[in-house]
């Protein structure tokens, strides 16, 4: 890896992140080569940035999490925080009982997984596209939601399925306020990010590192944290002003070109 290698990674890490055109597709088609090694400890540090990032964007949502969860009184504050509680179930029953089988998607290489990941782009882009023709509602995220949106993100979990475009999706086709959908798919998904990110620090043994690969890995945190910031704040706007098609339109042009690419090269 070198500096605009770290740069481009991150920024595509934090544009990705929220904008619903899948970051683990991306960095599957982008850049895995260039950081074969310790390419584990890369994808902890730039979902650590944009977890980062939500934090930060979110803050005020957070701080109610937080308070409701300490107060535990049965009021707007506890409910929003047991419905991302709820939202959490399936992604992280899934993580659990297919953990060998989530790890092998991410690291065979070569083109069927160039394949397998096109293919994911071409659903996501379906369901951007569906969900961007549903009528504006102004309803909040009820209990039974919460958990159908978890089986959204349970299913983001394969490679080229974006997670931010699953659970809006699925959100606003439940008839969900776009804003309020966006807000809960963002929050819904940093105690994962932490959660996972803790177990592969645990679970790992990251290669060591010169000061070179140090700082590499820092600037891919900071462009992928600042790019994140933004991308954050611009996607709850094109939601609410429905403007997914243009992303499933993206998703389908590079779904195609993947598969194209895989099959030819398969040959």
């Known amino acids: ?60 949502d957070v701080i109610k999490i937080i308070r409701g969860l300490i107060n535990f009184e049965w009021n707007d504050e506890l409910k929003f925080s047991l419905k991302i509680i709820a ?7 899934v993580g659990f009982c297919l ?36 009528k504006t509602t102004s309803k909040n995220v009820s209990f039974i939601n919460s958990l159908i949106i978890g089986f959204a993100q349970a299913f983001a979990i394969l ?16 008839g969900v306020d776009r804003e309020k959908a966006a807000r809960f798919s963002f929050l819904m998904v940093v105690p994962l990010i932490i959660g996972k990110i803790t177990k592969d620090c ?5 290669g060591s590192l010169d000061n070179q690969e140090i700082l590499y890995l820092f600037i891919s945190f900071f462009s992928a944290f600042i790019t994140g910031l933004i991308a954050c704040k611009w996607m709850v706007e094109l939601v609410k002003k429905s403007q997914l098609k243009y992303f499933s ?3 389908c042009v590079v779904g195609l070109i993947s598969i194209m690419y895989s099959l030819i090269n398969y040959v």
């Open 249 to 251: 339109y993206y998703c």
């Open 87 to 93: 939202s959490m179930i399936p992604a992280v029953v």
């Open 202 to 206: 645990l679970d790992s043994s990251f």
């Open 1 to 60: 890896m070198d500096i605009l290698t770290a740069i481009i990674l991150g920024v595509i890490q934090g544009l990705t992140e929220f904008l619903p055109v899948s970051s683990s597709g991306h960095l599957i088609l982008l850049g895995q080569k260039g950081i074969q090694e310790n390419y584990l400890l890369f994808v902890v540090v730039v979902h650590l940035a944009t977890a980062l990032s939500t934090l930060v964007v979110f803050r005020k």
């Open 99 to 134: 953990s060998t089988q989530i790890d092998s998607l991410f690291n065979n290489t070569g083109v069927k997984q160039i394949l397998f990941v096109g293919s994911m782009l071409i659903i996501t882009a379906l369901l951007l596209y569906i969900a961007d023709k549903s």
């Open 159 to 174: 490679p080229g399925i974006s997670r931010s475009g699953a659970t809006i999706a699925t959100s606003v086709l439940l």
